[in-house]
């Protein structure tokens, strides 16, 4: 209850801050549902993106695969993995199902999202925290950001060689 005082203190001290607060809830709980489930999984989720961003942009700086057009890319991307599960959410309350829909796809984004992170944490060469079994999991993904980021290497040098004729 004294959380809910303070809560209700703060939102009256600063309206704006208030307002918003309250607008981004909203659009939160329609967008997600306001279960603790729901809650839950979308922050371990998106979490985990943030992750893979940390970890990919320090891969792409270390191994100088770094490229902003690619960087731009994965927004879009993010806002795709975002959008994707409030769909299905919404889904869910059409046929009213119990997060069915939102489930699957968190579980199947995620899967993808927490083998890219850890392909990348891979390249930063953070590794040494990675279970065994779960490098051998992801080995394909490893092979694959590996193959990519020297493809970007060698284009950038191309372009580069380019420049100096």
């Known amino acids: 209850m004294?959380?809910?005082?303070n809560y209700l203190s703060l939102m009256t001290g600063h309206p704006i801050a208030g307002a918003i607060g309250a607008v981004l809830t909203a659009i939160f709980s329609y967008a997600y549902g306001g279960t603790q489930f729901a809650i839950g999984a979308i922050l371990i989720y998106a979490?985990?993106?943030s992750l893979d961003w940390i970890a990919g942009y320090r891969a792409s700086k270390r191994d100088g695969s770094y490229a902003s057009e690619y960087g731009i890319d994965g927004g879009f991307r993010t806002a795709f993995l975002l959008i994707v599960?409030?769909?299905a959410h919404r889904a869910d309350v059409m046929m009213n199902l119990p997060n069915v829909i939102f489930a699957f796809v968190l579980f199947s984004f995620g899967l993808h999202i927490w083998k890219s992170m850890t392909?990348?944490?891979?390249?930063?060469?953070?590794?040494?925290?990675?279970?065994?079994?779960?490098?051998n999991y992801v080995a394909d993904e490893i092979e694959h950001k590996i193959?990519?980021?020297?493809?970007?290497?060698?284009?950038r040098q191309k372009y580069?060689?380019?420049?100096?004729e």
């Open 47 to 49: 979490g985990a993106i």
């Open 119 to 135: 392909a990348n944490v891979v390249r930063c060469g953070w590794d040494v925290w990675i279970p065994i079994w779960a490098l």
């Open 147 to 155: 193959a990519r980021s020297q493809k970007r290497i060698n284009e």
């Open 85 to 87: 599960p409030a769909l």
């Open 160 to 164: 580069l060689k380019k420049d100096d």
């Open 2 to 5: 004294d959380q809910l005082k």
